[in-house]
């Protein structure tokens, strides 16, 4: 591509640009966080749940397998207002271009949000 092809922006936009891509991989990186940690909730449960069995205890584990759900699905909820929110700054930073690298970034938040999803659905039905 010839350098004369490539969008230019003012310096003060490009970084403005680059501190909104910075912000959301900062929100899909809590979002991961949180739904990890909500895996790891919800196994644990399973994990106390054959200890008990093992042990010849009866336990009820579920609360602890409902509150790795809710992370998780917390997670896509963070997930979804950090993609929403770099979309809207994007367009007060440069309302007249698409600029590149939306479609990765945009991309990236549903793969995320569609992960999270399946892994509730995951932890809910085991």
């Known amino acids: 591509m010839p350098d004369d092809a490539r969008p230019t922006y003012p310096s003060g936009q490009l ?3 680059m501190a909104n891509e910075r912000t959301l991989l900062a929100w899909i990186r809590t979002a991961l966080a949180l739904m990890g940690f909500g895996l ?3 196994k644990f449960s399973l994990f106390l749940d054959m200890v008990g069995a093992s042990a010849g205890i009866e ?7 409902v509150a790795g759900v809710i992370l998780v ?4 909820f963070v997930t979804l207002v950090g ?9 007060i930073i ?4 698409r600029p590149p690298g939306d479609g990765v970034l945009v991309g990236t938040s549903v793969i995320v ?4 999803i399946g892994l509730a659905i995951y932890l809910a039905l085991a």
């Open 15 to 17: 970084r403005d640009r």
């Open 73 to 76: 699905l917390i997670g896509v």
């Open 83 to 91: 993609a929403r929110r770099t979309v809207i700054y994007a367009k």
């Open 113 to 116: 949000v569609a992960l999270g």
């Open 59 to 65: 336990g009820d584990h579920g609360v602890a397998r």
């Open 40 to 42: 790891v909730v919800a």
């Open 94 to 97: 440069d309302p007249e271009a």
